[in-house]
């Protein structure tokens, strides 16, 4: 086994920290954040930073670096209140990890890796067309984190748009079945094998295995 | 495609509800979270909200719910400032998730589950000795989140141990040569396979693949 304490930590150069540090919280989720500007000018980022939040009302969280990549996509959501968040399967990989590239604002992620931005029902921002789970979220709040100089995002699920095999009895959604990739460190994906379903743990009661 | 809007969704039964929303924020992290309480008890408590914050200084965040079953694990951490966060493998999957279950604050989940307690260096909290990717960390900050009764809890990375093999020469870590899993949805458990690692992404450069 090998210990890293923080001295060692902090002597590591720039980029071996950023690969080490990111490689730490463990899987992370592969996502598009799809927004637009009030002039119609399109955006498309990858986040591995979007995170559960809460079931009612249904929230979810990202930490976005202001001075980094996903600068547009904070400005467009905050101009337009909406953004839609769409799961990277292994089939768009590279075109997904593409639109981490510094473009310029008036450059469309969209026009330069080949995914198709999409309108659907009322949503302003565009959905990734190749995408097969997405969700519309409405803007709710943002705090700068003073700690770091990151900001966590907080927005609303309005509409879910999923296959209709991925969709289970009990409502809740086999991810595999649309082939959603898992992301570690800071650009390594990763295709899943379901090893098993646990029942709600109970002090005084054995787990059982639910079907998947 | 099957759509839901949000009416659909503020339809579905509490449990169906949790089941759907916690489904699509994608792959999530599994991690124990060990603590220990000024008088010497012992907490394990897994958590599928770990994220990473920053690299510099390393933060990682975690979302707890006060009124659930990490409460003992938020109080604990208050307490004594420290806390551990191990990865979950695929041989520990059920000891881990029963650790969720709603013991008294006497019970230690260690004790019920099979995990053993290890302390390691000058760290207060315990470390689960099965686990085969784990750090301590030092509590920074914690900030209620209004909008729905969750606390962001932050803190900062201290000590990292792991597996010689688990990691590379460029500091990123293996994280699959630790047997990790993810997590989807309430109870689904994943091993992962790596499709690839692509290079930095630039606007005028053809992404390249790495080693893994």
Redesign the interface.
């Known amino acids: 086994?090998?210990?890293?304490?923080?001295s060692e930590?902090d002597q590591?150069a720039?980029f071996?920290?950023?690969?080490?540090?990111?490689?730490?919280?463990?899987?992370?989720?592969?996502?598009l954040i799809g927004t637009i500007d009030e002039n119609g000018q399109e955006n498309l980022c990858i986040v591995?930073?979007?995170?559960?939040?809460?079931?009612?009302?249904?929230?979810?969280?990202m930490?976005v670096r202001p001075h980094s990549v996903p600068r547009h996509t904070l400005e467009n959501l905050l101009e337009t209140q909406s953004y839609t968040?769409n799961?990277v399967h292994?089939e768009i990989?590279?075109a997904a990890?593409?639109?981490?590239?510094?473009?310029a604002k008036g450059?469309s992620e969209f026009s330069?890796t080949g995914l198709s931005p999409q309108y659907?029902?009322d949503c302003p921002a565009p959905f990734v067309m190749q995408s097969r789970?997405k969700?519309a979220l409405q803007y709710?709040?943002h705090q700068p984190?003073a700690?770091?100089d990151?900001v966590?995002v907080?927005g609303e699920?309005?509409?879910?748009?999923?296959?209709?095999k991925a969709?289970r009895s009990?409502?809740?959604?086999n991810?595999?079945a649309c082939q959603?990739?898992?992301i570690?460190?800071?650009?390594?994906?990763?295709?899943?094998?379901?090893?098993?379903?646990?029942?709600?743990?109970?002090?005084d009661r054995d787990?059982t295995t639910?079907e998947?």
């Not at 086994?1 to 923080?6: E, Y």
């Not at 071996?16 to 996502?31: E, P, V, Y």
């Not at 990890?97 to 473009?103: I, L, V």
């Not at 509409?159 to 209709?164: A, S």
Request: net charge neutral; proline share 4%.
């Open positions: 086994m090998h210990h890293f304490n923080r930590i590591l720039r071996d920290r950023a690969r080490f540090i990111n490689s730490l919280s463990g899987f992370k989720s592969a996502n591995s930073s979007v995170f559960h939040l809460g079931a009612n009302p249904p929230l979810l969280g930490i968040i799961h292994s990989i590279e990890h593409q639109t981490s590239a510094n473009y450059t330069v659907l029902d789970l969700m709710r709040e984190l700690i770091n990151t966590l907080i699920i309005t509409d879910v748009y999923l296959p209709e969709l009990d409502f809740s959604v991810i595999e959603s990739v898992a570690s460190g800071l650009d390594q994906y990763h295709s899943t094998t379901t090893l098993t379903r646990l029942s709600y743990a109970k002090p787990l639910l998947f």
